[in-house]
């Protein structure tokens, strides 16, 4: 097994993870917040998907899906497309309260297809490249994965929770 065989079966799971938090929840579900400052699960996947798009288009050298497949104009939100959440309030929380669970899964799933494209040409040779200099130490590409692993999962199993509770509440 490589270590791109590794990344590819970690977001596998984040994808399997992402499913299950959606799945067959109502529009009003996926907009819940628990308390008026937390986050939706339609907020958290759209966040993690976005920080997913953004941090492997940025080290694989493509465009983001977000924008080469449209999804910035069906989502139709009101702030700029290279937003991914980081440092967003309750208004932008909100903001996502008219995604349907279709069209979160339709963007995560063009995410994951496009992440594993990209894994899918990795050699171990490739993970120690440099790929951001702002931190210090600078950030190699497989620092940089499993930063996307790590966070994904965190934000996965946030909305998993948010789901469990809504559920209970029914």
């Known amino acids: 097994m490589t270590s791109a065989d590794l990344l590819e079966d970690a977001f596998g799971r984040i994808k399997e993870n992402v499913h299950g938090a959606v799945a067959g929840l109502t529009q009003s579900e996926l907009a819940a917040r628990l308390d008026p400052g937390a986050n939706s699960i339609a907020w958290l996947i759209w966040h993690l998907t976005r920080v997913q798009d953004d941090h492997i288009a940025d080290v694989a050298g493509t465009e ?23 440092g967003d309030g309750p208004g932008e929380v909100a903001a996502l309260a ?29 993970l120690p490249r440099v790929v951001d200099t702002h931190w210090d130490p600078p950030v190699t590409l497989g620092v940089r994965l499993i930063s996307v692993v790590d966070d994904d999962i965190q934000h996965s199993g946030q909305a998993a929770f ?3 509770v809504l559920l209970r509440r029914s």
């Not at 983001?64 to 980081?86: E, Y």
């Open 64 to 86: 983001q899906v977000w924008t080469s497949g449209g999804w910035a104009r069906r989502f139709d939100l009101p702030f700029d497309d290279a937003r991914i959440g980081f």
């Open 98 to 126: 008219g995604a349907p669970a279709e069209l979160l899964l339709g963007y995560h799933d063009a995410v994951h297809e496009q992440t594993v494209g990209y894994l899918r040409g990795l050699t171990d040779a490739d």
């Open 162 to 164: 948010v789901r469990g």
